[in-house]
């Protein structure tokens, strides 16, 4: 299990500009039946265990001198323009009760239909919604696509190797994985002919609304 260390804060508000000037995030630990805590991690310690844990690893959460907790990263803030964390909040875990989270799919192996037919790998979904006990979790669940031979083979959720202690919460026929064909040389030929014109115009409209939405976040999050 990841380690990660705290501070308590009595900092709040607009004043937490002070902690972000020193490269020390702001945050808080909430949970089932506890009292919220306001606490600080450095920047830097947090940003490695965010690497390797991500949102779906348990974190020993040492808050000072007391007895460490578990936690789940559960939501991140950052700055609009910069990206940099503006503020974490920590969902800390009870044994024995279950928790509801999504895990990253990572797909292994090499599907036959893209490297000898050419085909396009296609991979509807990144994440799953899984249900288990904290001792039970998982950081990422793999997807296997060398049985991807054909056009046709197509990879869905009831085919993969899940643990019995974890619960997906989608539809068995979910699909996962499929290759499609390449693209016919005519459809290449009408892509490559599409008018200039009217490939700027169709560019010049999604812009827009991006434009306006950059102008509307120019104030740094705020606890």
């Not at 002919?193 to 812009?207: A, H, L």
Request: glycine share 4%.
């Amino acid at each position: 299990m990841f380690t990660l260390k705290a501070e308590k804060r009595n900092i709040l508000g607009r004043k937490t500009k002070q902690l972000r000037k020193k490269k020390i995030i702001p945050a808080v630990v909430y949970g089932h039946q506890i009292t919220t805590q306001n606490i600080s991690v450095p920047y830097l310690d947090f940003e490695k265990v965010y690497r390797e844990a991500g949102e779906s690893s348990l974190i020993n959460l040492i808050v000072e001198n007391e007895k460490p907790i578990p936690v789940l990263i559960h939501d991140i803030q950052r700055h609009p323009l910069t990206g940099e964390i503006q503020h974490i909040d920590f969902y800390q875990v009870k044994t024995g009760e279950k928790i509801t989270l999504e895990v990253g799919l990572k797909f292994v192996g090499e599907a036959p239909a893209v490297k000898e037919l050419g085909g396009v790998l296609v991979t509807p979904l990144s994440k799953l919604k899984i249900e288990c006990l904290p001792q039970d979790l998982i950081h990422e669940l793999e997807v296997d696509i060398s049985g991807l031979k054909n056009f046709e083979d197509i990879i869905r959720l009831k085919d993969l190797k899940i643990p019995q202690s974890i619960k997906v919460l989608a539809s068995p026929d979910e699909v996962i994985a499929l290759v499609k064909p390449p693209r016919k040389e005519e459809e290449i030929k009408i892509l490559e002919e599409k008018p200039v014109e009217k490939v700027e115009e169709v560019e010049v409209i999604k812009e827009k609304p991006k434009e306006e939405k950059e102008e509307t976040k120019t104030k740094e999050t705020e606890e």
